[in-house]
């Protein structure tokens, strides 16, 4: 095959200086004048999208940055390019086949049709993003260990289980999300919470029973702009709740977020619940002062953000106590009254509890031998911050109560 249209289009456009706009127009006119390049143009992307993939990168992510970063054709483009490199890729964990998953329900079947110079830009455009795309921490789903016994039931049988209560989740935060009310909005989300504990501690019981299973894992969660800052802060705070470790890479627009897949699910759940909640509040927050005459700006919302995260960060730490506390007197309660092998795993709950809490601990400081803190800029408007505290406390995430 004869690559050297393809050769000297991408000497010309990937490799010059983003703001050179002649050789990224002398590229895409060598592609578009040459139709029989363009099987070897598309080979060349499935190739780049592998790198990409070498390079730590995971298929949401990618997507995610291309949208930020480029316009919606490009993003059409790479979602087909990482649909047509799937079935040469390795074997990859449930989360990236979930990423395929949606990617493949949401790509359109046929692209939007434009002329063939127009095209060819936008294809330079996609590869010379992907091309500049740093290295990132491998996020490798990890598997079971081996060599362990168990007692309890597989993992295929646990898992229409765990399906249920984590589509309880969603829906339970789908509502509180929905309602207009927040005493409402308010029991909503405590009784997810709820379910979010039980969840948590029912798999680290299981994890203590077994003597085995899965270790940490990491997950990228997207924060996007406009205000980041504060987004990263409310996913930190939802993080250290849940039993994980949020580390968040700015440039990039993620956070990546250490801990067991359970709660890293849960954490993922109720940070984009409570973020949407954030949204919903703002905005009528926003209308209340408009209607006072009172006009607010960019520091009105970024200060509201801020102290929206601040004050569920409060209060989701209060609840993780009270969850610890009454876990504790289960598991003593659990201890007392049974005997053999069931009554040592509940009365070592706390043990298996400590010893999760330090191996998310130890992960995420092997991933990240090196972090900084951040301080929150803008955080300036007065009344922006008062509007955020209430719409943080209508939003309450309670205490766990028991559960029966």
Partial sequence: MDTSTVDRAFQAALYAPTEDHAALDAGASLLAA?????GEVTRRGVEFVAGAWRRGWQPADVVRIVRRDLDDVHERLVAALILEQAPDDRPRGPRWAAQLAQLAEETPAAPA????????????????????????????????????????????????????MLTRIRALLAKAEATEFPDEAEALSAKAQELMARHSIDAALLAGQTRGGAGPTAWRIGVDQPYEQAKAVLLDVVATANHCRAVWNEPLGFSTVVGFAPDLEVAELLYTSLLVQATTAMTKAEAAQRAGGRRRTKTFRQSFLAAYAHRIGVRLAAAAEETARQAAEEAAGGAAGQTGGEGHAAGGLLPVLASREAAVTEHAENMFPETTTTRLRGVTDAAGWTEGSRAADRAEVRSRRRLD
């Fill in 113 to 164: 049709r434009t002329d063939r110079f127009t095209h060819a830009t936008a294809v330079l455009e996609l590869y010379r993003l992907l091309l500049r795309l740093p290295t990132l921490e491998d996020l490798d789903e990890p598997q079971p260990r081996t060599g362990t016994r168990t007692r309890s039931r597989t993992g295929a049988e646990r898992q229409p289980f765990e399906s249920r």
């Fill in 34 to 38: 040459d139709p029989a390049a363009d």
